[in-house]
């Protein structure tokens, strides 16, 4: 059996992921920029602190993964399941996470600047403290305990372009 942090702390920058077990890792503060990820289960598994920014993790279940304070900057996420993932503090500026997903995600002070969360499922999602200046939430599907996290400043674009289970 393979130690679950044998890849903590590594430099795994622009790796195929696609023939190693990624449940249950403990990938913190490793760096993964540009990795492939595509349709990988990877839930359970520790990332926070980690740099996936430009990484592929498109289709991928990330169920109860922590993603403390990652740079996820421009990481393709679309069709992502992220149910109750910890995003909290999650630098996500660019991403894509169209068609993903974030069922009770916990997407707290998360900057999401300029990301597409177009036909995202965003129930009970929690975007308090979030930045969310030109995010595309077209289609995107939410219910009221998400609509009363959403900051102010966000919450006309928010309404305006998603819609209510």
Known sequence: MVNPSVFRRRDLSKVNFEYENMIKRD???????????????IHN?????????GADLS???????????ACMHDVNLSNAKLWDAELY???LRGADLSGAD???ADLKSVDLSGA?????NLRHADFDGAT????????????????ST??????????KQGSMW
């Open 132 to 147: 969310l200046e030109s995010t595309n939430f077209a289609g995107a599907r939410y219910d009221l305990h998400t609509l």
């Open 45 to 53: 598994s520790n990332l926070s602190g980690s740099d996936l920014s």
């Open 150 to 159: 959403i900051p102010k400043n966000a919450k006309n674009n928010f309404e």
């Open 59 to 69: 289709g991928a279940i990330l169920f109860n993964v922590k993603l403390q304070g």
């Open 27 to 41: 990938l913190s503060d490793t760096s993964m920029a540009g990795a492939v990820l595509r349709d990988r289960d």
């Open 102 to 104: 974030l069922f009770y």
């Open 89 to 91: 503090g999650a630098d």
């Open 116 to 120: 597409d969360l177009s036909g995202a």
